[in-house]
């Protein structure tokens, strides 16, 4: 790929990725039934304070929402970099780059939407959706640990955690260490924002 056609492909991804993120699923979805989630419990538009205040079916849509968002980021730009993926489905190559920095531009745009007042969530199902375009292997492994934790533990928040920290260990079972350091890089925008929400004095 030249370098032209590298740099209009980066570009596209980021701009996809940030505009697809941007869609604020919880505060819309909540609109509907009267409220912000940005002013009530623990006021971050995701799908755990929407289902807090209404119940996990009314709350399914936000979950697969936020998932999708970061399905679609990366799915656009595997696409527009050439769709370059190894055997079991993880990305590489020149489709690498633009992956990582859609799902990026996509928890950005969860976090600071331009479509919601700069005012987002934690992007960690923004990062989940990427995640299984970038890894599917590793992604799937995640799943079946997040079920048997949560299970055992009788708890999915608990679940939930323990899959996402081992991702990048799972994904190292199908990828070179320099590629899952991309993932150790989304995972430092997740914090980059609970890191956000406690110095504004939000509750976690």
Same mark, same amino acid.
């Given at each position: 790929?030249?370098?032209?056609?590298?740099?209009?492909?980066?570009?596209?991804?980021?701009?996809?990725?940030?505009?697809?993120?941007?869609?604020?699923?919880?505060?819309?979805?909540?609109?509907?039934?009267?409220?912000?989630?940005?002013?009530?419990?623990?006021?971050?538009?995701?799908?755990?304070?929407?289902?807090?205040?209404?119940?996990?079916?009314?709350?399914? !849509?936000? =979950? &697969?929402?936020?998932?999708?968002?970061? %399905?679609?980021? #990366? /799915? +656009? @730009?595997?696409?527009?970099?050439? $769709?370059?993926?190894?055997?079991?489905?993880?990305?590489?190559?020149?489709?690498?780059?633009?992956?990582?920095?859609?799902?990026?531009?996509?928890?950005?745009?969860?976090?600071?939407?331009?479509?919601?007042?700069?005012?987002?969530?934690?992007?960690?199902?923004?990062?989940?959706?990427?995640?299984?375009?970038?890894?599917? !292997?590793? =992604? &799937?492994?995640?799943?079946?640990?997040? %079920?048997?934790? #949560? /299970? +055992? @533990?009788?708890s999915f928040?608990? $679940?939930?955690?323990?899959?996402?920290?081992?991702?990048?260990?799972?994904?190292?079972?199908?990828?070179?260490?320099?590629?899952?350091?991309?993932t150790g890089?989304?995972?430092?925008?997740?914090?980059?924002?609970?890191?956000?929400a406690a110095?504004?004095?939000?509750?976690?």
């Amino acid at each position: 790929m030249r370098w032209n056609e590298a740099m209009d492909v980066l570009v596209m991804s980021v701009i996809v990725g940030y505009l697809l993120g941007s869609v604020p699923v919880a505060v819309l979805l909540a609109r509907g039934h009267g409220f912000d989630p940005r002013s009530v419990g623990d006021r971050n538009p995701g799908f755990w304070n929407v289902k807090e205040q209404l119940g996990w079916r009314a709350a399914v !849509p936000v =979950f &697969a929402g936020d998932t999708l968002k970061g %399905v679609l980021a #990366a /799915l +656009a @730009a595997l696409l527009v970099s050439g $769709g370059h993926t190894t055997a079991v489905g993880a990305v590489t190559g020149d489709s690498v780059l633009p992956v990582y920095l859609a799902v990026a531009a996509a928890m950005a745009g969860h976090a600071w939407p331009v479509f919601a007042g700069f005012r987002g969530g934690r992007s960690i199902l923004t990062f989940a959706g990427g995640a299984a375009v970038i890894c599917p !292997p590793g =992604f &799937a492994l995640a799943v079946a640990v997040l %079920v048997a934790v #949560a /299970l +055992a @533990a009788r708890s999915f928040a608990v $679940g939930a955690r323990v899959a996402v920290f081992g991702l990048p260990v799972l994904q190292l079972l199908f990828v070179p260490a320099e590629v899952v350091a991309g993932t150790g890089a989304l995972m430092c925008l997740i914090g980059l924002r609970f890191g956000q929400a406690a110095l504004s004095g939000r509750r976690e």
